[in-house]
């Protein structure tokens, strides 16, 4: 009865129509706020505005700084461990535009562990399913990576491959999908779906990749669109992070959010300076890339990169990379690295 409520929900909020344009004017460099440390700098303002000021703030936790054109906790506030609230609206003028954002205590895992597909392999679920998102919320990996595919509708659901128990995702409505799966274990899901349960934890971060149209590039472009604008319509902007193997994509969601962490998938096609020249925030690399290139880590990092490896499931190459200082390690086997990163504490 509750999975077809959310079901329900993810359905009715996949029926509104996304564009662009419903995309913040406005954003912040960090959303997390990090606990014990009152009086700190959470996130600052991007584009600079030239006039800031709060609205509102039902925690009453919260302060601008003129100056830096910043939200702050206020001197003597301070979020604690224990503290059980974790997500905190507030609304700001700026520049004449009212803009709401939503912070989070920062209570994500930093084990470095990607669930690919999120953690299906030992629990026998689908790969890409709210089950398998679950399965890695509660393992308390750092990310939990999910595909996403456009409808004929133009509505957002996961798929690892174009087609999924039979159907071609493309070439269907959400509304078909969801109704040819809901008596599966585990239905096609809705963007929408996986964030309202990745809203439900502040443990492990939703990792998106954009897939490549097999309709063209404006159509993988639209996607993109759709993507961000999903995440921005539900203020999970600290949430979420982004990675695609199409490098026009990550150009596109930079310029529809100068701050948003994204990773780029396909290693050789460009070079680390072309990255750092349009602010792309990292790379994810398969383990061949790494193999090959024994100071690739070093360099990206160097470079002021953030680095992730996939998809590495033999027990002595997780361990490698993670002693490596890899900062993802995208894994099948989220379990096993787990298990492995105890064994060293």
Same mark, same amino acid.
């Given at each position: 009865?509750?999975?077809?409520i959310?079901?329900m929900?993810?359905?009715?909020?996949?029926?509104?129509?996304?564009?662009?344009?419903?995309?913040s004017?406005?954003v912040?460099?960090?959303?997390?706020?990090?606990?014990?440390?009152?009086?700190?700098?959470?996130?600052?303002?991007?584009?600079?505005?030239?006039?800031?000021?709060?609205?509102?703030?039902?925690?009453?936790?919260?302060?601008?700084?003129?100056?830096?054109?910043?939200?702050?906790?206020?001197?003597?506030?301070?979020?604690?461990?224990?503290?059980?609230?974790?997500?905190?609206?507030?609304?700001?003028?700026?520049?004449g535009?009212?803009?709401?954002?939503e912070?989070?205590?920062?209570g994500?895992?930093?084990?470095?562990?990607?669930?690919?597909?999120?953690?299906?392999?030992?629990?026998?679920?689908l790969?890409?399913?709210?089950?398998?998102?679950?399965?890695?919320? =509660? %393992?308390?990996?750092?990310?939990?990576? +999910?595909?996403? /595919?456009?409808?004929?509708?133009?509505?957002?659901? *996961?798929?690892? &491959?174009p087609?999924?128990y039979?159907?071609?995702?493309?070439?269907?409505?959400?509304?078909?999908?969801?109704?040819?799966?809901?008596?599966?274990?585990?239905p096609?899901?809705?963007?929408?779906?996986?964030?309202?349960?990745?809203?439900m934890?502040?443990?492990?971060?939703p990792?998106?990749?954009?897939?490549?149209?097999?309709?063209?590039?404006?159509?993988?472009?639209?996607?993109?669109?759709?993507?961000v604008?999903?995440?921005?319509?539900?203020?999970?902007?600290?949430?979420?992070?982004?990675?695609?193997?199409?490098?026009?994509?990550?150009?596109?969601?930079? =310029? %529809?959010?100068?701050?948003?962490?994204? +990773?780029?998938? /396909?290693e050789?096609?460009?070079?680390?300076?072309? *990255?750092?020249? &349009?602010?792309i925030s990292?790379?994810?690399?398969?383990?061949?890339?790494?193999?090959?290139?024994?100071?690739?880590?070093?360099?990206?990092?160097?470079s002021g990169?953030?680095?992730?490896?996939?998809?590495?499931?033999?027990?002595?190459?997780?361990?490698?990379?993670?002693?490596?200082?890899?900062?993802?390690?995208?894994?099948?086997?989220?379990?096993?690295?787990?298990?492995?990163?105890?064994?060293?504490?």
């Open positions: 009865m509750m999975r077809n959310i079901l929900i993810g359905v009715l909020m996949g029926a509104l129509t996304i564009r662009a344009g419903e995309i004017k406005y912040l460099d960090n959303y997390l706020i990090a606990v014990e440390q009152p009086g700190i700098v959470i996130g600052r303002i991007y584009p600079k505005p030239s006039s800031i000021r709060l609205l509102c703030d039902t925690s009453s936790l919260f302060r601008i700084d003129t100056k830096e054109k910043s939200i702050c906790l206020k001197e003597n506030k301070a979020l604690v461990k224990k503290q059980a609230t974790y997500r905190y609206g507030v609304t700001l003028l700026i520049d535009y009212e803009c709401r954002f912070l989070l205590k920062d994500f895992s930093k084990n470095r562990i990607v669930a690919h597909r999120g953690a299906w392999k030992q629990k026998g679920v790969q890409n399913s709210l089950r398998s998102f679950q399965n890695a919320v =509660e %393992l308390g990996c750092q990310g939990s990576e +999910l595909d996403v /595919w456009l409808t004929t509708d133009n509505k957002v659901v *996961l798929s690892h &491959d087609q999924l039979g159907m071609e995702i493309e070439n269907s409505t959400s509304l078909q999908l969801f109704q040819q799966t809901i008596h599966e274990k585990d096609i899901p809705s963007l929408q779906e996986i964030l309202l349960e990745a809203k934890q502040n443990t492990t971060h990792i998106i990749e954009i897939k490549d149209s097999q309709k063209g590039l404006e159509r993988t472009l639209q996607l993109a669109d759709s993507v604008s999903i995440v921005h319509r539900m203020k999970m902007q600290g949430d979420v992070e982004y990675i695609s193997f199409n490098y026009e994509v990550l150009k596109r969601i930079r =310029e %529809l959010d100068s701050t948003a962490r994204i +990773l780029y998938l /396909w050789g096609k460009k070079q680390l300076e072309d *990255l750092i020249k &349009d602010r990292g790379i994810d690399y398969s383990y061949y890339a790494y193999r090959q290139d024994k100071n690739l880590i070093g360099k990206a990092k160097m990169l953030l680095t992730n490896v996939w998809t590495v499931n033999n027990a002595e190459e997780l361990l490698l990379y993670y002693q490596q200082g890899v900062d993802y390690i995208t894994t099948d086997e989220p379990e096993l690295l787990l298990k492995i990163i105890n064994s060293l504490n």
